[in-house]
């Protein structure tokens, strides 16, 4: 719940929390004006602040796009990160990218109605965003105040192990957020696969990056995700999840201020 929640991100040292409002998240955007309000009083009372919540918002014309939009903004939200979008095999890369540019085109004006950015997460796989130059194909002619790239240098690292920086430096003036986590490459049936690890333990090289935020002059908010397995075992009680998961979102964090 907003209350037990908040007070684990407390307790394990952070000052703020990425929110989820989205279908399956802390908060359901059919519920957004009944418990989004509630969601941000309960971390506010924790000491904690709420910029920024991730959303699956990517159709402008979705009537639950502007309330979710309208609320967040009312309650002091400053960023939010976008839904997917995927290609459609049946067009070419460039269409798709059309296609998506007239989607992203109007949630930009909603966001600055709103007063809110607008971030694209560049996440590795075969959705638009995993090379990035296709994130900077559609939005290098939007106002970087509203719409932009919440750039995870996660999966930046597994789409191009060493040519991260030259994607990074091709969207700098659109990042105003940031994803924090780590991974490592595994093998499975003669395949490489990805394997989540705390930050520090993979291949993501945090040194070379903060320097490179540095040189770029990128500023904002920066979400950790805990995605590798956290519990040892099934059938534990929800004060003993609460327990490893604070011991572990406290190690990523001290983990993460030593390259900060």
Known sequence: DYHGAAEAC????????DLTVRPGGHVLPGNVARDLPLAVKAFKEAGLAIEMMTSGITDPDDPLTEKVLQTASELGIRYYRYGYYTYDPALSVVNNLEKIKVKMNGLARLNEKYRIHGAYQNHAGSNFGAPVWDLWTVIKDMDPQWSGCQYDVRHATVEGNRSWPLGMKLLKDHIRCMVSKDVTWGQKDGRAVEVNVPI???????????????????????????????????????????AIAIQLMRRDLVALKKYL
């Open 10 to 17: 407390a307790v394990a040292g952070m000052n703020g929390a």
């Open 200 to 242: 520090g333990e993979g291949i993501v090289d945090f040194e070379d990056y903060f320097k490179l935020v540095d040189e770029l002059d990128i500023h904002g908010p920066i979400t950790m995700h805990l995605e590798y397995p956290m519990f040892p075992k099934k059938d534990m009680s929800v004060e003993e999840m609460k």
